[in-house]
């Protein structure tokens, strides 16, 4: 990518019923396709848009969960492909009869699928998930260099570091925000942290939450697109609804990391004093 050239990147904002897989797959066919037709390259989709997110249990997970080569993989496979985009979302992986994890997939139109296994996970999920292990990967895609993680997995500043380390321009991060309080008008602080985060690593971010009660749970409903400065170019409101989030991302502002003349992002670290 040169540096005149800008990527279009979606978040598509919906809300996914638990243990409906066919509505769910219907859906983020819809919103994929919604998000290709207005000229998105990069289509981001909530956390575990596949099977919801609300379990009552691990068994309950089992029962909804894919393998790699499950019928939604297939489908965003063939999506990515027809369509000419890269296709994120979160889905309930199976990893054995007894295991189930929360990941997230990465799907590019030449057919290779890179999938994350959330390694930071939050309150209930301890219950039903096995916990990831690995770094978030960054895929070179022919769109520029894109890592992922999962919802939980921003609020660990050394985690998000890793990616932008390794040369991320952008970070896509499925998420499920549940809705919670704040003093009175304050937004919900996990959108700040994503400013935060993309500021403090000169690093385009795009969250994609979900919306839509679920098992008496609501949710931030709080995507949005940040630039390397850690403004928002789409979102930065809360909105209860569906909704389709667009921004065009410079991102060769991302492999720039001075922030003054004598001021560099990474290279100002000191890890020998932390």
């Given at each position: 990518?040169?540096a005149t050239?800008h990527l279009k990147?979606a978040?598509?904002?919906?809300?996914?019923?638990?243990?409906?897989?066919?509505?769910?797959?219907?859906?983020a066919?819809?919103?994929?396709?919604?998000?290709a037709?207005?000229?998105?390259?990069?289509?981001?989709?909530?956390e575990?848009?596949?099977?919801?997110?609300?379990?009552?249990d691990?068994?309950e997970?089992?029962?909804?969960?894919?393998?790699?080569?499950?019928p939604?993989?297939s489908?965003?496979?063939?999506?990515a492909?027809?369509?000419?985009v890269?296709?994120?979302?979160g889905?309930?992986?199976?990893?054995n009869?007894?295991?189930?994890a929360?990941?997230?997939?990465l799907v590019?139109?030449?057919?290779?699928?890179?999938v994350?296994?959330k390694?930071?996970l939050?309150?209930?999920?301890?219950?039903v998930?096995?916990?990831g292990d690995?770094?978030?990967?960054?895929?070179?895609t022919?769109f520029?260099?894109?890592?992922?993680?999962?919802?939980y997995?921003?609020?660990?500043?050394e985690?998000?570091?890793?990616?932008?380390?390794?040369?991320?321009?952008?970070l896509?991060?499925p998420?499920?925000?549940?809705?919670g309080?704040r003093?009175a008008?304050?937004?919900?602080a996990?959108?700040?942290?994503?400013?935060a985060?993309?500021?403090?690593?000169?690093?385009f971010i795009?969250?994609?939450?979900?919306?839509?009660?679920?098992r008496?749970?609501?949710?931030?409903?709080?995507?949005?697109?940040?630039?390397?400065?850690?403004?928002?170019?789409?979102?930065?409101?809360?909105?209860p609804?569906?909704?389709l989030?667009?921004?065009?991302?410079?991102?060769?502002?991302a492999?720039?990391?001075?922030?003054?003349?004598h001021n560099?992002?990474?290279?100002?670290?000191r890890?020998?004093l932390?």
């Amino acid at each position: 990518m040169t540096a005149t050239q800008h990527l279009k990147v979606a978040c598509q904002q919906v809300a996914p019923r638990v243990g409906e897989l066919d509505y769910n797959r219907g859906l983020a066919q819809r919103a994929i396709r919604e998000a290709a037709a207005r000229g998105a390259q990069v289509i981001v989709l909530p956390e575990l848009v596949q099977s919801g997110y609300m379990f009552h249990d691990r068994q309950e997970a089992l029962a909804l969960a894919e393998d790699l080569d499950g019928p939604t993989l297939s489908l965003w496979k063939t999506l990515a492909a027809e369509l000419q985009v890269v296709i994120v979302g979160g889905f309930c992986e199976r990893l054995n009869a007894e295991e189930v994890a929360n990941s997230a997939a990465l799907v590019e139109p030449e057919g290779r699928v890179t999938v994350y296994r959330k390694a930071h996970l939050w309150d209930r999920e301890n219950l039903v998930f096995t916990v990831g292990d690995q770094p978030p990967p960054v895929v070179e895609t022919r769109f520029g260099a894109i890592a992922l993680m999962i919802c939980y997995d921003l609020e660990f500043p050394e985690w998000v570091r890793l990616p932008a380390l390794a040369g991320a321009a952008l970070l896509c991060a499925p998420v499920n925000w549940p809705d919670g309080p704040r003093p009175a008008g304050e937004r919900p602080a996990e959108m700040v942290r994503v400013q935060a985060n993309a500021a403090v690593n000169r690093m385009f971010i795009a969250a994609c939450d979900r919306c839509g009660d679920e098992r008496g749970v609501g949710w931030v409903g709080g995507s949005l697109i940040v630039d390397a400065d850690g403004y928002p170019l789409a979102g930065g409101a809360r909105n209860p609804g569906e909704q389709l989030l667009l921004a065009e991302l410079p991102l060769a502002d991302a492999r720039h990391k001075h922030i003054s003349e004598h001021n560099h992002v990474h290279r100002d670290r000191r890890p020998a004093l932390y």
